[in-house]
């Protein structure tokens, strides 16, 4: 059971979806604005963050900022236009995935699930490529000697790729992969954590050695 | 209006100046040149005719009565050598030139007392002809015609070229107005032209719809009262054109607002539907009917809200498109899949067409058309993807009765219904609409027909890489 944090100003979206969020097996608290789910987030810290990016007073997009700040929990947001500029301005800020309102709770528990998971289906071993070290048993990642946080989603995403070095993955296949998304899902989303991905383990993130560009196809791990 | 009168304005101005100078010169001429050849001649012939007189009355008093031949040689001699001295039956010696005394003058000069002239034409030169009674005086004191007739002939020549100066003066100068006309016509059809033209080329600007075309009016005649007619004309248009757009921009921004406000709603009552779906085995028949139609029309209600906002999107100019390289083939192939519409489509297409497109985009466009051909038409419905260098081609026909014809117009129209008797569909009624939309953003173009066997036919033709398509020879394969 994953304990979910709700942050939405509507009283009757945020307990209708409470309500069907319950029923997937989830456990939801809730806040009415910003500053109060920060509060929570804060007094104990959720599984997972759903986010409406529309509040008042301290919006969607500072909120996602402090939370990213101060841990790796993965957050989802809501957004009520699906417009570029929404959409962009929350994954700057450091949401893992979004959903367009009106939202069928099925869609978003399906997208939770996915952002939650952490593993992909590798062999268990400690792979080396230069200083950076991926231990898939203890889910960790080290560059040199320093550990490196990552959200679930930047683990999965950095597991996928590193699983056969020198592969090109396509975008949408990545969506597929790390995202679960249908064959329709915004390539925004890779391109937005491979850069969040660079700047944790990259020594020059302008210059990657680990997750490189392969321009007009995709990305691929190495080769080192 | 004639054929053979101009039609500028310009020329017909030039014609006009013209035409007036020409008569009226010609007027002019000829009244100068009458009088004044008139009064020329006639002076010269009084001239003539008192010299004449003179001449005869100088030699009268030297003839003996009745004379004799030598006397009618005498006078004939003082007169001069043009003359013919009859008396009854005698004749003096004739003059070179008096055969061309007529017979009308002497039956003038025999029946009067005066002297007779008259003017007569031989050989192109003109003659006067003096006709005289030479008068006796009577022992009583009275005056009386001697029977003695004088006649003599006289060179108008001279005269006459006086007069022809005169007329070719009289052209010359004719001719000179004439040009100056024709200049002063050419000033004055610019003046006036200008003014005319400058209105046409603000009414020309008007019309293609620039709107802050104006002409400064010039001066207080009835131009300047047309330019200012026209200004005002152009203000009020203006005025009328800024309230129509303020109003449909309200109408959109209102259409945008409205169906955002639904949003949070349209959240509530999904997510809640949701929960009611599940948990329709615990209710009565009647309870779990109801929940079963909220939660279709709430489904209903979401997509004919995307709908809406999509086309205010649309309204608003604020689409993107969001390029990549697909496969078309399978980008529509993942479409049909999606929708479960794989085993209700045949799909008529090569191994891959590489394509530049926005991938949703497209989805949009492909779902739209064969969700059309599947609820209106009759199966088969046939996807065909056809492409060639520059373009690809998209086909979706269906076997069913096909489009009326006065539907194909406004097949792509917003909220139309081909069939008004069938207006709940489960469509936004904007499907279409939205799909042109889609295909312009492409550079493309979306159209609606028949096909040959008289299905409803749709072609989707999209550039391979829109922006960058070069005009050229297409070849590969063809419909």
Known sequence: MTEILLIEDDPLLQRGLQLALSRHGHEVRTADTGEEGLRRFRARTPGIVVLDLMLPGMDGFQVCRRIRAEGEVPVIMLTARGDDFDVIGGLEAGADDYVVKPAQPTVLDARIRAVLRRTVDVPNEVRVHRDLRIDTV????????????????EMRLLLTLSRSPGRVYGRQRLLEEVWEHDYLGDSRLVDNCVQRLRAKIEDDPAVPVYVQTVRGFGYRFGPV | MGRWWPRGLRPRLLAGFALVTVLGSLAATWAITESAGEALVASNQRRISETVSGQIGAVTHEVSHPPDQAALDRVRDSVGPDTLVVFEDLRSVDGARADLITDELREAVREGDRVVTQRVVDVDRPWLLVGAPVMITDPDGERAPSGIEVYTVRDLSAVQEEVDALVRAAAAAGAAVLVLAALLALVTARGVLRPVR???????????????????????????????????????????????????????????????????????????????????????????????????????????????????????????????????????RDTLRARNRLDRVELHAPQEVPVRVDRRRLDVIVANLVGNALRHGEPPVRVGVFADRTHVNLVVTDNGPGLAEHVVPHVFDRFFKADSARTRTPGSGLGLAIALENARLHDGDLTAGNGDDGGARFVLRLPRAPGQTAPGRERGIQE
């Not at chain 1, 990642?141 to 990552?150: D, H, I, N, W």
């Not at chain 2, 929960?275 to 939660?295: K, N």
């Open chain 1, 138 to 153: 203890s889910l960790t990642v080290t560059v040199g000697e320093a550990p490196v946080t990552l959200t679930p989603t």
């Open chain 2, 198 to 332: 400058e209105l046409r080329d603000t009414a020309r600007r008007l019309a293609a719809g620039d709107l802050d075309a104006r002409t400064e009016p010039q001066g207080v005649d009835e131009l300047a009262e047309l330019t200012v007619t026209i200004n005002e004309m152009a203000e009020s248009v203006q005025g009328s054109m800024a309230t129509m757009e303020r109003m449909r921009a309200d109408a959109r921004r209102f259409a945008a607002d409205v169906s955002h406000e639904l949003r949070t709603p349209l959240s509530t009552l999904t997510a809640v539907t949701e929960v009611l779906a599940a948990s329709t085995e615990d209710m009565a028949q009647d309870a779990r009917e109801s929940a079963g139609m909220a939660i279709t029309e709430t489904r209903r209600l979401v997509r004919m809200v995307e709908d809406l906002m999509e086309v205010s999107r649309f309204d608003a100019g604020s689409v993107r498109l969001r390029e990549e390289e697909v496969d078309m083939v399978s980008a529509v």
